[in-house]
Antibody, heavy 122, light 107 residues
Framework: QVQLVQSGAEVKKPGSSVKVSCKASGGTFSSYAISWVRQAPGQGLEWMGR????????NYAQKFQGRVTITADKSTSTAYMELSSLRSEDTAVYYC???????????????WGQGTLVTVSS | IQLTQSPSSLSASVGDRVTITCRASQGISSYLAWYQQKPGKAPKLLIY???TLQSGVPSRFSGSGSGTDFTLTISSLQPEDFATYYCQQLNSYPPWTFGQGTKVEIK
């Protein structure tokens, strides 16, 4: 059973960058994709991007293109999400999640990491 | 693909039957998932492929629908079910999209 453990909370200044990690245990890291989803305070879920570690290919939501970089280190079974040019509106909980399923029906997110709070404040 | 949930919030009592609706902006066959999220916690998968219950999820939860209209039903609301529920389309990704959420509160 795959488990995802994320790095701890961060406080960042506007204009800086943050890099959040997501370490997987159980399962075979390269055999599944990892997505990143964020949730601003009191708001809904927003997909940011995903990486397929075995291919090293990442896709990003248009909203975050140019500001987000998702990478994966197969040697440590860890995915990373780096968001740059931070602004106050980026204050949110950031989650990683495994993209599950196979064949015709696939694409749901399970399991999820515990979330990482990123606070952007001057 | 846009997903619209209704209602945005509802108040219900323990034992009530609760139904949440998710409407897609275009047909997505049965490519839909439902999640439950409690305050301060990560979302939890309840249902995928519109009606398939994830392992370990109580049978009082059920999902139905195809095309553009979907429902999540809780047959008899329990105290631990008070949470926010989200639908997610799985038809065409990336990008993935979620509904805006439905908060189920205690009456």
């Amino acid at each position: 059973q795959v488990q995802l453990v994320q790095s701890g909370a961060e406080v960042k200044k506007p204009g800086s960058s943050v890099k959040v990690s997501c370490k997987a245990s159980g399962g075979t890291f390269s055999s599944y994709a990892i997505s990143w989803v964020r949730q601003a305070p009191g708001q809904g879920l927003e997909w940011m991007g995903r990486i397929i570690p075995i291919l090293g290919i990442a896709n990003y939501a248009q909203k975050f293109q140019g500001r987000v970089t998702i990478t994966a280190d197969k040697s440590t079974s860890t995915a990373y999400m780096e968001l740059s040019s931070l602004r106050s509106e980026d204050t949110a909980v950031y989650y990683c999640a495994t993209v599950s399923g196979s064949g015709s029906y696939a694409g749901w997110f399970d399991p999820w990491g515990q979330g990482t709070l990123v606070t952007v404040s001057s | 693909i846009q997903l619209t949930q209704s209602p945005s919030s509802l108040s219900a009592s323990v034992g009530d039957r609760v139904t949440i609706t998710c409407r897609a902006s275009q047909g997505i066959s049965s490519y839909l998932a439902w999640y439950q999220q409690k305050p301060g916690k990560a979302p939890k998968l309840l249902i995928y492929a519109a009606s398939t219950l994830q392992s370990g999820v109580p049978s009082r939860f059920s999902g139905s629908g195809s095309g553009t209209d979907f429902t999540l039903t809780i047959s008899s609301l329990q105290p631990e079910d008070f949470a926010t529920y989200y639908c997610q389309q799985l038809n065409s990704y990336p990008p993935w999209t979620f509904g805006q959420g439905t908060k189920v509160e205690i009456k």
